[in-house]
C-alpha cells in the first residue's frame, strides 16, 4: 500500500482502542447530533462480529428492543464512538454468531466466560 495511505490512516485510529471479543455484551457510547446540539446515547447489546483491521475495522452489536432484534455496526476508530464498555464477556466457539438472529428469548443468550 502507498506509504501516503498508511500515514493518514495511522493518524485516523483511536490511541487506546477498545478490548473486547465476540460474544462480549458492550454499552457503546455514541454520539448522536440532532440540529445544532450533540448528545451521546448508548446501545447495550452482544457483539456478533467483528471485522477488517487498522482504521477500517467495524463490529456489529446486536439486542432485542420490545421484541424486535436491531443490529447496529460501528467503525472501531470512528470519532463518534465515544467509548465502548464492556458489561460482561461471553463464552463462544465462533468468530461471527449470526446463529444468534434466529433465536429468541433464553436460546439467544451466550454463556459468560468465567476465569
Not at 495511522?10 to 460474544?23: I, M, S, T
Amino acid at each position: 500500500m502507498n506509504e501516503i495511505i498508511k500515514n493518514i490512516e495511522a493518524a485516523q485510529l483511536k490511541a487506546e482502542a477498545p478490548a473486547f471479543n465476540v460474544g462480549d455484551t458492550v454499552k457503546v457510547y455514541g454520539k448522536i447530533k440532532e440540529g445544532n446540539r450533540e448528545r451521546i446515547q448508548i446501545f447495550e447489546g452482544i457483539v456478533i462480529k467483528k471485522q477488517g483491521g487498522s482504521c477500517r475495522e467495524t463490529f456489529t452489536v446486536r439486542k432485542n428492543s420490545n421484541g424486535i432484534g436491531v443490529e447496529k455496526t460501528w467503525p472501531l476508530h470512528s470519532p463518534n464512538v465515544e467509548r465502548v464498555e464492556v458489561v460482561r464477556r461471553g463464552k463462544v466457539r465462533r468468530a461471527k454468531l449470526n446463529y444468534l438472529r434466529d433465536r429468541v428469548g433464553k436460546a439467544a443468550k451466550v454463556k459468560e466466560l468465567v476465569k
